[in-house]
T-cell receptor, first 114, second 113 residues
Framework: AQSVSQHNHHVILSEAASLELGCNYS??????LFWYVQYPGQHLQLLLK??????LVKGIKGFEAEFIKSKFSFNLRKPSVQWSDTAEYFC????????????FGSGTRLSIRP | EPEVTQTPSHQVTQMGQEVILRCVPI?????FYWYRQILGQKVEFLVS????????KSEIFDDQFSVERPDGSNFTLKIRSTKLEDSAMYFC???????????FGPGTRLTVL
């Protein structure tokens, strides 16, 4: 069965610190990978996605993620966080080419100290 | 930019009542989905829908749930007899093709009293 693990439940950083949120997935076939963000009181927004090609993908707001197939990982990074990055971050996966359900991780709450 | 819309934004109902949550997917999309997020928990898949039938459903999607595309634009989720544990944020999503990005709506917060 597909599953997504996010290693950190709650991360607290100061502004300008670098960020890396871990994500590992379990699935036997080819997958699409996503990071979604949910700002307080708002709905899910897509930060970035990996479907194929360059395993280093760049998203909105300076975020990037690297797909490492051998490690089944898709970690999210940002070199310098801002207070406005305070949000919940969800890693997600679905099976390629099957209109399949998206499986979400349990989320990482990111708190940025101003 | 086209977007998925959902109504109402907040629905309050009594336990045992029926509710219908409405979604208008992006107009040229063919695949439709419902997800839910119980407060403080992760987003969970409920059901996918294509070509006027359910493609896949989760264990959560029991006989109390049903989906329908009553016309060319709306996609609805009906809960026949709501329970307290149905209280959650319900997200609709749509995609153009089988392997395309799913676009999420803003959600409907359902509160069952």
């Amino acid at each position: 069965a597909q599953s997504v693990s996010q290693h950190n439940h709650h991360v607290i950083l100061s502004e300008a610190a670098s960020l890396e949120l871990g994500c590992n997935y379990s699935y036997g076939g080819t997958v699409n990978l996503f990071w979604y963000v949910q700002y307080p009181g708002q709905h899910l927004q897509l930060l970035l996605k990996y479907f194929s090609g360059d395993p280093l993908v760049k998203g909105i707001k300076g975020f990037e993620a690297e797909f490492i197939k051998s490690k089944f990982s898709f970690n999210l990074r940002k070199p310098s966080v801002q207070w406005s990055d305070t949000a919940e971050y969800f890693c997600a996966v679905n099976a390629k080419s099957s209109a399949s359900k998206i499986i979400f991780g349990s989320g990482t709450r990111l708190s940025i100290r101003p | 930019e086209p977007e998925v819309t959902q109504t109402p934004s907040h629905q309050v109902t009594q336990m045992g009542q029926e509710v219908i949550l409405r979604c208008v997917p992006i107009s040229n999309h063919l695949y439709f989905y419902w997800y839910r997020q119980i407060l403080g928990q992760k987003v969970e898949f409920l059901v996918s829908f294509y070509n006027n039938e359910i493609s896949e459903k989760s264990e959560i999607f029991d006989d109390q749930f049903s989906v329908e595309r009553p016309d060319g634009s709306n996609f609805t989720l009906k809960i026949r007899s709501t329970k307290l544990e149905d209280s959650a944020m319900y997200f609709c999503a749509s995609s153009q093709g089988a392997d395309n990005e799913q676009f999420f709506g803003p959600g409907t917060r359902l509160t069952v009293l």
